[in-house]
């Protein structure tokens, strides 16, 4: 019993994500900031569309085996992001280069290079709605 106990003690802490927080910052972010920034910062409101599906498919699933182990930060989530974002850019770019037409990845390749921008923005806003919306049962790390 002792062992199990010591074994726990040594492990990192383990938050539950609220789904419906969790489902609503990931959608909220970028719409919020596609909303405020369209006029204040004359970004294109389409950036939401062609960034939103990337963001969602690769953010989702980064974003809560972070959040299982860490409390929602906006700055190491917007790292976090850049981070991820720069990873898919270099795999795409990677692939763009061995294939025999470049000409079908640089579309893609310009959205996530966009993204190196547009997805740390997202990400704090995603981590400081998810702070907000989240019901307090979740902020404590669970004792398992």
Not at 41 to 47: C, E, K, N, Y
């Amino acid at each position: 019993m002792t062992e199990i106990t010591a074994q726990n003690a040594r492990s990192a802490p383990r938050y539950i994500l609220d789904p419906v927080a969790f489902a609503l910052a990931m959608v909220g972010g970028p719409v919020l900031i596609g909303l405020l920034g369209a006029p204040l910062l004359l970004i294109p409101s389409f950036a939401v569309i062609i960034g939103g599906i990337p963001y969602l498919v690769i953010g989702t699933p980064v974003l809560a085996l972070y959040l299982r182990h860490n409390p929602p930060q906006p700055g190491k989530i917007a790292l976090l992001a850049f981070l991820a974002d720069a990873a898919v850019l270099l795999l795409v770019s990677i692939v763009a280069s061995n294939s025999g037409d470049p000409s079908d990845t640089e579309l893609a390749t310009l959205a996530l290079a966009c993204g190196l921008v547009f997805a740390p923005l997202w990400g704090a806003t995603t981590a400081v709605l998810y702070r907000r919306l989240r019901h307090p049962i979740y902020t404590h790390p669970c004792p398992l």
